[in-house]
């Protein structure tokens, strides 16, 4: 449990970091909390031989809230997010998803920078940001740009994101109307066996707005377009959740692995999206 | 690769070890500091048995660098008490039997002393999420649960007293 040797890097600002991903190219990586990146590396299934540290940098931290527009720096933790108290009248979907990532000495350490750009499906915070169509702001040598996270998934580990690029902050909109983060996993620390992230806005009782996104049930986070369209102009009742789990269920492509047959997670799905998008419409 | 030189304060006092990027903290402590507190229990970030207090966050130290603690505060369960001077946690996982074979404890009290910091007066649903990062194979939970709101309420009294 020995990782490989490595050349630490600790830029004290991102035209440091930059210039040591520019030099070694993918060779380098960013270390934000470590608690993805030090595992695969201590079983040696991430081989870096350039480790850049990004903790020093204080550009990547940081909540704002203006102009009804939520921007948090990628280097902001879990615990962070947990704790401010604005962010959780802004968008309160926040605490409630970052509440059930892995335990609270992970919570300290891992952050929303990480947990987005690492590609893994089993994290939490992508799927809840296509949910909330977030923008992740990328930086490079060439520059600044901009990608919508309902695009940036491409496959298990891979996006949008390129080699010699940093993910440097995520933008949204502050949240109005229901919402809800539904989880099951097997224990306290394990990733999703079915996650699923709700919003649904409603005047005078009718959805004008739904977002139904889900985590761990296919190699990218999934956004059901076909969800939200069943729910939108209905009164959410019975039979429209219903019909908008069974249009979900269409769209996510679960793979049998340890935490069960692809039959089981499609049984766990269908009962979590129900569950989210109740649980959101008594809130809107 | 480069050796560093890490500095680092831990339990009040300024360290300097000479280490290889790839070094866990963990190790670095326990071999190189000789705070053999902090246990390697899973050292895959499970277990909690080696959680240690970094400049106020409870950080499991199997999965850190010590490099990325340098210039970092640090606490270890020798930080907190000692033998002769037991803090209030301890003496109450002694007294509520909170504890049986011990390997979990270091790492259980170092984080329910930040959990008590930022929550003094926690409900018991507060303590258990707030621990639901270290691992006990003895006790059932129970009497660890009980210790720590029962040391929340002695520290609660004593400032109470003190005012």
């Known amino acids: ?284 | 690769m480069t050796k560093q030189i890490i500095k680092m304060t831990v339990n009040g006092e300024v360290q300097e070890v000479i280490a290889e990027p790839r070094e866990l903290l963990i190790y670095v402590l326990r071999e190189k500091l000789g705070m053999t507190g902090p246990h390697v229990g899973c050292e895959t970030s499970h277990c909690g048995a080696c959680t240690v207090d970094i400049d106020g966050k409870s950080v499991k130290s199997c999965t850190m660098f010590a490099a990325q603690a340098q210039g970092a505060e640090i606490t270890t369960i020798e930080g907190l008490g000692s033998p002769d001077a037991l803090h209030v946690l301890q003496e109450s996982f002694k007294e509520h039997h909170g504890l049986q074979c011990g390997y979990c404890t270091p790492g259980m009290i170092t984080r329910a002393h930040r959990l008590l910091e930022e929550n003094p007066d926690p409900t018991e649903e507060d303590v258990r999420i707030g621990m639901a990062g270290n691992i006990c194979r003895c006790t059932g939970y129970q009497n660890i649960v009980k210790s720590i709101l029962s040391a929340a309420a002695e520290m609660n009294a004593s400032k109470e007293a003190a005012q």
């Open chain 1, 1 to 284: 449990m020995i990782p490989s040797q490595f050349e630490y890097h600790r830029p004290a600002d991102m035209a440091g970091a930059l210039a040591v991903l520019a030099e070694h190219g993918d060779d380098a990586r960013v270390l934000a909390g470590g608690h993805s990146l030090i595992p695969m590396m201590k079983l040696r299934m991430a081989d870096v031989p350039h480790l850049i540290d990004l903790q020093d940098i204080e550009a990547l931290k940081g909540i704002k809230i203006a102009g009804g527009q939520i921007t948090i720096g990628a280097m902001t933790t879990q615990h962070e997010l947990i704790a401010d108290t604005a962010l959780h009248a802004a968008a309160p979907i926040i605490r409630e998803a970052s509440l059930q990532i892995a335990d609270p000495q992970v919570r300290y350490m891992g952050t929303i920078g990480g947990n987005v750009a690492n590609g893994d499906p089993g994290n939490d915070m992508p799927g809840l940001m296509q949910c909330l169509d977030a923008q992740f702001t990328l930086e490079g040598a060439e520059g600044k740009r901009t990608v919508p996270a309902r695009d940036f998934y491409e496959a298990a580990y891979m996006t949008e994101r390129d080699d010699e690029e940093i993910l440097t902050q995520i933008s949204f909109a502050v949240q109005q109307g229901g919402y809800a983060y539904e989880k099951q996993k097997r224990k306290i620390g394990d990733y999703a066996t079915a996650a699923c992230a709700v919003s649904i806005t409603k005047e005078n009782g009718t959805v004008t707005a739904a977002s139904v996104a889900m985590t761990n049930l296919s190699d990218t986070p999934v956004f059901s377009e076909a969800a939200n369209a069943v729910l939108v102009g209905t009164s959410c009742d019975t039979a429209d959740i219903k019909a908008a789990v069974a249009a979900a269920l269409e769209d996510i492509d679960p793979t049998e692995d340890n935490r069960g047959p692809v039959a089981f997670k499609k049984h766990v799905a269908g009962i979590i999206i129900k569950r989210a998008i109740e649980r959101a419409a008594s809130r809107a």
